[in-house]
């Protein structure tokens, strides 16, 4: 049976951790074991559990709440989850130890196809081959000869591309490189999942609604979340409380007139027979549909007495071809008709002739096309389709490409009262109709393509094109562009030398370029607009073509779309209600938002730019459809709200849903409300008094009053939203609709939208995507139990924080347990279990003590700012990595001078760390926390108290650490025998060098604290008017270039004529530490004009004011 809701997490329950676990993995069992322990008390103690919090006052105390998009829930949660989820999970521990009331609640999204799609794949194959099922692949004869037709049908696809000269995606279908075998069964899907005698119950989509979700909220708390789960839920009808909620959401869009009802084109799945949204894709997520204009190009009685005409000779002669025969190329350039010379056919293509019942004509197109043809408006308005019946169109011929070569066209606009159907080899059949006309004089690969004709009568005669057919036809100018002249795809091809239709890269170049200046450049120099912009041209042109039955609009997917149930999608002219996304006072008003650096952080440049372009695309969204899971239109029943559209504002609900379904009560049943609330009681004038200023309670409501007002309190203390993190793929769609839906509730309360989206890259394993072929396809808990959830953290921390994909290693992972391991047992050994009498105590503090001490200081700082702005990677870095740095180098200095170590400095450090590496590494930083006997939960420890970084003093460590560094190479390249060796120190920098130094600092802007942009090309100009030593020039660039790197690490002090420390006091009282980091026997510090040492002058060269050179000899 499925896992109640109510039951014991099963993970921490069964999780092996026995004594006699292999050596190799014991520190990993033992985090494990600690974690587990962790999350019992965390548990016990409702620690995440947040709830409104106000001072003394009465004035709310300083809050953050952090969304993530629910995950879908038709299967377990995997590391592309887990990588996303870390973004939100680091933040809102941070923001919680910086002592804010933090919140991240979460929920699971159950709208739509896919789980509906699997639970009807699964009872077809019940149906088909019984329960449990025997599958006809299990024979292994019927297996293989189903893998064979498989492997011969994507050979025969890869032949036919290659025969065309188009690239072929390999040889493998997509059903082959996902399974293997190229055969997938829903069954087996399940099989790797859950019990197999639980299968059967998945053939109920409800089910799955039941199962899933519960074992999320396991997982997720295996990995130390930090959820309130008593705000957590399901979504669709099956959850009534959310229901209702989703219910007043589209009354209220309705009310303000953002639902309207028509006639849209969407991208559509015939099979499934309803527009395809996002989420209800396999393939092809954010596409939209493209406009195209068909150009009806009408087929002319065949002259040459060619055989291959015989079909159309027959077909003309027919009562349907009486009516005209009109080959129908797709354009996005209805303006440059005027030019065209020919139209272009694959000779291998297959074509149909389509019978068009709303114009009683014959359309010459592919099979695909006219598939999706069928599926769209003739004429709107009037509720005219271009066939009878939907999704339905007669053919009436089927041809060749070859059968229709030769054939003369009368093509609209043209010059030229006849033109000819040529061979292109370059036609792809999946866009478009698979027939192209020609504009040599504006597309570069058709002129390319008539000149190879014109130019090779041999190839010309091979797909039987004579002579006639192609010379008399010479380019026709039609657009000027100021600098590319009045044929621009004849200049680009000169210009880049392009002789071939082969050289695909340099076409494709030259068609952009004359694309995009033609558009916003180009003037028409024929027809009735010469002398107009072609952007202002285009849509006069378009229209009147299409009004005078020369042309007609044709819609089809940007790119392929495959749904769920593995239909290839069209794009259909439906009945629709639909969010008028796009709208203009709508749209300016969320991109103002959008735009406004003090009301939202999109914390990335990229990301916002991508939110300004979503705006500009993103029109008219199809926001229901007529099945699936998902709660029904308020309005009209017979539609159901689809999945980018029923979450949108659900943040809203999380402040509240915990008084209507609690902890443990993800499907919402009415018996488990901690406030005894019924669903029939959540009316609209309910919705509103909690969500919408100045409305007043509603009357007769069954709640009481002080609920709801509790209610209202708390939405009006969590909102707005201050932070929702997301993989990149959402900026598109849900993000950006988000957006919109929070304009439109809270259209007269902008302080209530959301104040910052971080988004970030997909995750990869090992720096190979992640796939179930190459064994790098993680599951979440798999992951946990492989390496522990802080190791697992920890490497998701250091995956990288960019738009870019991710690299989560498992070799970080693995290294990550032995660091926490062995970072534990040091602090114990120091802190707890040393003689405390063995460590140094009071105020007297020694360079190294200092040095220590302002480290501490400056990564606490860093780490903040770093996780403040959302750098985790660049935070651990600094949190962890440099904070082990500076212990270590404390720990040696002391250790190799002989100096016991400061027990408050350490102390310090100690705590620090464990606070620092808390939103990362939870689990490990309460165990230490308790270990090391601190008041408290390390989860709800402020963030540690820092004193300002003394940058003087950090550039003194730095000098130490570079210095100990550099000698380290001086010692390795030392002659053997060679014993004696002196630490030689300048106090003044030369001449030249000063005189550097002191035009750097006339350069220099104090207020900004950088240099001008022109620094280079200034210091270039400086050095050849005041260096007179020509040869010293070079030296000169070398040593300004040096120290403006200096002058960006340590700021102004970089620019200091004297070292502005005392150079010998730090390393005399660093000597025993040098000498042993070098291995020395002897070593002395001196100045290097010091006459007794008569220091050479190669060597006293070399050495300069914070430079010192090891002189060994």
Not at 231 to 251: H, L
Not at 426 to 436: A, E, F, P, Q
Not at 699 to 714: F, N, Q, V, W, Y
Not at 796 to 823: H, K, Q, V
């Amino acid at each position: 049976m499925a896992p109640a809701a109510t039951a014991p997490t099963p993970e921490m329950a069964t999780l092996s951790l026995q004594g006699n676990a292999p050596k190799g993995f014991a520190k990993r069992d033992a985090l494990c074991a600690a974690e587990l322990e962790v999350q019992a008390m965390w548990e016990r103690e409702k620690v995440f559990e947040s709830n409104p919090s106000y001072d003394s006052t009465g004035e709310k105390e300083e809050k953050f709440i952090v969304t993530f998009p629910y995950p879908y829930s038709n299967g377990h949660l995997h590391l592309g989850h887990a990588f996303s989820l870390t973004k939100a999970v680091f933040r809102a521990q941070f923001e919680r130890n910086r002592g804010k009331n933090s919140l991240f609640p979460f929920a699971f999204h159950c709208t739509g196809m896919p789980i509906q799609a699997a639970a009807n794949k699964l009872k077809s194959e019940m149906a088909l081959y019984g329960t449990p099922p025997k599958f006809p692949e299990e024979d292994p004869e019927i297996r293989a000869k189903m893998e064979a037709d498989i492997a011969a049908a994507a050979k025969a696809k890869a032949d036919k591309a290659a025969a065309t000269g188009n690239k072929a995606k390999g040889g493998k279908t997509k059903l082959v490189q996902k399974s293997g075998t190229g055969i997938v069964r829903q069954w087996n899907i399940l099989m790797k999942m859950v019990p197999e005698d639980e299968i059967p119950q998945f053939s109920d989509p409800t089910f799955w609604l039941k199962y899933f979700p519960p074992i999320g909220v396991e997982h997720m708390k295996r990995f130390g979340s930090g959820v309130d789960w008593r705000r957590a839920f399901i979504t669709t009808a099956v959850n009534g409380y959310y229901d209702a909620f989703i219910r007043w959401q589209f009354n209220v869009l309705r009310e303000k007139g953002k639902v309207l009802f028509g006639k849209r084109n969407n991208v559509f799945s015939i099979v499934d027979g309803q527009v395809c949204a996002d989420h209800d894709r396999s393939e092809g997520e954010g596409v939209g549909p493209q406009e195209y204009v068909l150009i009806k190009l009408k087929v002319l009685t065949p002259e040459h007495g060619q055989e291959r005409h015989g079909k159309m000779e027959k077909l003309l002669k027919s009562d349907e071809g009486k009516k005209g025969v009109y080959l129908v190329p797709a354009t996005l350039r209805p303006e440059t008709m005027y030019g065209q010379t020919n139209c272009f056919i694959l000779p291998t293509g297959e074509y149909g002739a389509y019978y068009i019942d709303a114009t009683d004509e014959v359309f010459i197109m592919s099979a695909r096309s006219a598939r999706g043809l069928a599926c769209q408006a003739y004429d709107a308005a009037n509720d005219v389709y271009f066939t009878k019946e939907f999704g339905k169109i007669t053919c009436l011929e089927t041809f060749t490409g070859d059968e229709l070569l030769g054939l003369p066209l009368k093509a609209p606009n043209s010059t030229y009262e006849k033109v000819y159907t040529l061979p292109l080899l370059s036609i792809s059949m999946g866009k478009g109709t698979g027939v192209v006309t020609s504009v040599p004089s504006d597309a570069p690969d058709d002129y390319v393509a008539l000149k190879a004709l014109q130019d090779k009568p041999d190839f010309a005669a091979k797909y039987g094109i004579t002579p006639d057919m192609v010379d008399p036809f010479e380019v026709v100018p039609i657009i000027s562009i100021e600098g590319y002249g009045n044929a621009s795809a004849v200049f680009m091809c000169e210009k880049l030398g392009i002789k071939s239709p082969n050289e695909k890269a340099k076409l494709t170049q030259a068609k952009d370029e004359t694309y995009l200046k033609g558009f916003t450049l180009g003037v028409m120099t024929v027809g009735p607009y010469s002398g107009k912009k072609v952007s202002e041209a285009k849509p006069i042109i378009k229209d009147e073509m299409i009004a005078a039955g020369q042309a007609h609009l044709y819609f089809e997917p940007e790119s392929k779309v495959v749904s769920r149930t593995n239909d290839e999608c069209v794009v259909a002219s439906t009945d629709q209600w639909y969010l008028a996304y796009g709208e203009e006072s709508w749209c300016s008003a969320v991109k103002k938002h959008v735009l406004d650096g003090d009301k939202f952080n999109a914390y990335d440049a990229t990301s916002l730019e991508k939110y300004g372009a979503t705006l500009d695309w993103l029109k008219e969204w199809a926001c229901t459809r007529q099945f699936g899971l998902g709660t029904f239109l308020p309005w009209d029943k017979q539609w159901v709200i689809e999945s980018l559209s029923d979450s949108t504002i659900y943040m809203a609900y999380y402040t509240v849903s915990h008084y209507l379904q609690g902890e443990n009560n993800l499907n919402g049943l009415e018996s488990m409300s901690p406030e005894n609330i019924k669903v029939n009681d959540l009316t609209d004038d309910v919705f509103n008094f909690i969500y919408r200023k100045e409305f007043p309670l509603p009357e007769g409501s069954a709640i009481p009053s002080e609920t709801l007002t509790k209610m209202r309190d708390e939405f009006r203390y969590w909102y707005p939203m201050d932070l929702r993190v997301s993989a990149k793929d959402l900026i598109p769609n849900h993000l950006t609709m988000a957006l919109y839906n929070h304009a439109a509730v809270w259209d007269d309360e902008p302080d209530l939208w959301p104040r910052g989206y971080y988004t970030n890259g997909h995750i990869m394993v090992d720096a190979e995507k992640m796939s179930k072929s190459k064994g790098n396809f993680l599951m979440m808990l798999e992951t946990v139990n492989n390496y522990s959830a802080d190791a697992t953290r920890f490497a998701c921390a250091d995956a990288g924080d960019t738009l870019d994909d991710a690299n989560f290693s498992r070799d970080t992972a693995n290294a990550a347990i032995i660091s926490l391991s062995n970072e534990a047992t040091w602090i114990k050994e120091i802190l707890l279990d040393t003689d405390i009498s063995t460590l140094r105590s009071g105020n007297e503090l020694n360079f190294m003590d200092k040095v220590f001490e302002n480290e501490t200081n400056r990564l606490v700082k860093a780490t903040e700012t770093c996780f403040e702005t959302m750098q985790f990677r660049e935070g651990l870095q600094k949190g962890w990595f440099e904070m082990m740095i500076a212990k270590n180098q404390y720990k040696s200095w002391c250790q190799d001078s002989g100096i016991a170590m400061h027990e408050g400095l350490v102390r310090k450090w100690a705590e620090s760390l464990i606070i620092l590496i808390c939103p990362i590494c939870p689990h490990w930083s309460e165990t230490m926390w308790k270990d090391l006997g601190k008041d408290g939960m390390a989860v709800k420890a402020l963030w540690p108290t820092a004193g300002v970084e003394d940058k003087l003093l950090t550039r003194q460590a730095k000098f130490l650490r570079d210095t100990v560094k550099n000698f380290r190479a001086s010692v390795g390249k030392a002659k053997k025998g060679w014993k004696m060796a002196t630490i030689l120190v300048a106090m003044d920098y030369p001449q030249w060098k000063i005189d550097a130094l002191l035009w750097m600092q006339s350069t220099y802007d104090k207020a900004s604290g950088s240099f001008p942009n022109t620094f280079m090309k200034d210091l270039k100009g400086w050095s050849a008017a005041n260096v007179s030593d020509k040869k010293k020039i070079k030296l000169v660039m070398q040593f300004v270039s040096f120290m403006k790197r200096e002058v960006d690490d340590v700021g102004e002090m970089g620019m200091d004529i004297k070292c502005p420390f005392d150079q010998l006091t730090i390393l005399n009282e660093s000597l025993a530490y040098i000498k042993s980091q070098l291995n020395l026997e002897e070593l002395s510090v001196g100045c290097v004009d010091d006459a007794e040492l008569a220091v050479p002058e190669r060597t006293a060269q070399n050495v300069s004011p914070g430079k010192p050179v090891l002189w060994i000899r």
